[in-house]
């Protein structure tokens, strides 16, 4: 019977902030204070930036350091200080290994007013995982752990860098056909005009609405193809790289465009809120969902005279 060793936290960072004069700043705290192996710590990140800032969360993933992410959730907005507005944004991880763990310095990136975009983090917090067994004297009753595992067979690490070299391959050549192919599937000879980026958006607004996807509760997989609609409509009609950038990457952009700048607001609303269905596990209303959809449609319609690829003012 495998036993599970109590671990005790030494907390040798607690509330830390961000550093740095930026207009954006980080605050992070975590709790409970103790634990045993596998229980989770509660990890809140405080960020507090100026109204209308959009503020991203870094990328999505299971494992930060020596921390298993369980679960992410990002809380309303709501009043910060000095008229900002402040959002939660919470990780629940567990740890499986002693010694000193070091919270991993989480980065959010932004872009300030005038368009530039920055990041702002919290110092990464040490905590000191020590097992209650090596704090005991004498522990004479103790075992050598068994099949102990070496790590001299380099093989299996070979074989694995050899299908990551395998996949990235057929990732490349099938995004270098992927437009070929589109376009073959839709029976449309090399050398005609594909169909105008706002016909082709209109339609799959349309084909979304009837999915039923929102209707079967899919709201996740709604919001993933809402925002890929738009954002292909915006790579399409203005030359925009849109399909591969964050919503803080991407807003600069908007707003230097000149035929994007006036419908900044509606941008920013649209992306936040697909942001939060597709990665904080937020749950929209019907409106909320007919409010968004709508809104896409607004932005074709608004920006389908505009004239393509319009450079920068």
Same mark, same amino acid.
Request: aromatic residues 8%; glycine residues 8%.
């Given at each position: 019977?495998?036993?599970?060793?109590?671990?005790?936290?030494?907390?040798?960072?607690?509330?830390?902030?961000?550093?740095?004069?930026?207009?954006?700043?980080?605050?992070?705290?975590?709790?409970?204070?103790?634990?045993?192996?596998?229980?989770?710590?509660?990890?809140?990140?405080?960020?507090?930036? *100026? !109204? #209308?800032?959009? &503020?991203? /969360?870094?990328?999505?993933?299971?494992?930060?350091?020596?921390? +298993?992410?369980?679960?992410?959730?990002?809380?309303?907005?709501?009043?910060?200080?000095?008229?900002?507005?402040?959002?939660?944004?919470?990780?629940?991880?567990?740890?499986?290994?002693?010694?000193?763990?070091?919270?991993?310095?989480?980065?959010?990136?932004?872009?300030?007013?005038?368009?530039?975009?920055?990041?702002?983090?919290?110092?990464?917090?040490?905590?000191?995982?020590?097992?209650?067994?090596?704090?005991?004297?004498?522990?004479?009753?103790?075992?050598?752990?068994?099949?102990?595992?070496?790590?001299?067979?380099?093989?299996?690490?070979?074989?694995?860098?050899?299908?990551?070299?395998?996949?990235?391959?057929?990732?490349?050549?099938?995004?270098?056909?992927?437009?070929?192919?589109?376009?073959?599937?839709?029976?449309? *000879? !090399? #050398?005609?005009? &594909?169909? /105008?980026?706002?016909?082709?958006?209109?339609?799959?607004?349309? +084909?979304?609405?009837?999915?039923?996807?929102?209707?079967?509760?899919?709201?996740?997989?709604?919001?993933?193809?809402?925002?890929?609609?738009?954002?292909?409509?915006?790579?399409?009609?203005?030359?925009?790289?849109?399909?591969?950038?964050?919503?803080?990457?991407?807003?600069?952009?908007?707003?230097?465009?000149?035929?994007?700048?006036?419908?900044?607001?509606?941008?920013?609303?649209?992306?936040?809120?697909?942001?939060?269905?597709?990665?904080?596990?937020?749950?929209?209303?019907?409106?909320?969902?007919?409010?968004?959809?709508?809104?896409?449609?607004?932005?074709?319609?608004?920006?389908?005279?505009?004239?393509?690829?319009?450079?920068?003012?």
């Amino acid at each position: 019977m495998r036993a599970v060793l109590p671990l005790i936290l030494v907390i040798l960072a607690g509330t830390a902030r961000g550093a740095g004069d930026g207009p954006v700043s980080v605050r992070m705290d975590f709790s409970p204070r103790k634990m045993t192996v596998g229980d989770q710590v509660r990890f809140k990140f405080t960020v507090e930036a *100026p !109204p #209308g800032m959009a &503020v991203s /969360p870094p990328p999505g993933a299971s494992v930060f350091g020596e921390w +298993e992410v369980l679960d992410f959730r990002v809380q309303p907005e709501k009043k910060g200080g000095n008229g900002n507005v402040s959002r939660d944004f919470e990780w629940v991880m567990t740890a499986w290994t002693t010694g000193k763990i070091t919270v991993p310095s989480l980065r959010f990136t932004y872009s300030d007013m005038g368009g530039k975009p920055g990041s702002a983090s919290a110092p990464p917090a040490l905590i000191e995982v020590e097992s209650v067994l090596a704090r005991d004297k004498n522990p004479t009753d103790l075992k050598p752990p068994k099949g102990l595992i070496g790590y001299r067979n380099i093989w299996p690490y070979v074989w694995a860098a050899l299908a990551v070299l395998g996949v990235s391959f057929l990732i490349w050549w099938w995004q270098r056909r992927r437009k070929r192919l589109a376009a073959l599937a839709a029976g449309i *000879p !090399p #050398g005609i005009p &594909v169909k /105008p980026a706002e016909d082709t958006a209109r339609e799959a607004l349309d +084909e979304l609405a009837s999915s039923g996807l929102a209707e079967a509760g899919e709201v996740k997989a709604f919001y993933i193809r809402l925002s890929d609609i738009l954002r292909r409509y915006i790579e399409g009609k203005f030359g925009i790289p849109a399909m591969d950038r964050t919503t803080a990457e991407l807003m600069p952009e908007i707003r230097a465009h000149q035929a994007l700048r006036g419908l900044n607001s509606e941008f920013r609303i649209f992306f936040e809120d697909c942001d939060l269905a597709k990665f904080a596990k937020f749950v929209p209303s019907a409106g909320d969902i007919s409010t968004d959809l709508e809104r896409a449609r607004r932005v074709v319609d608004t920006t389908a005279g505009s004239p393509p690829r319009d450079g920068e003012a």
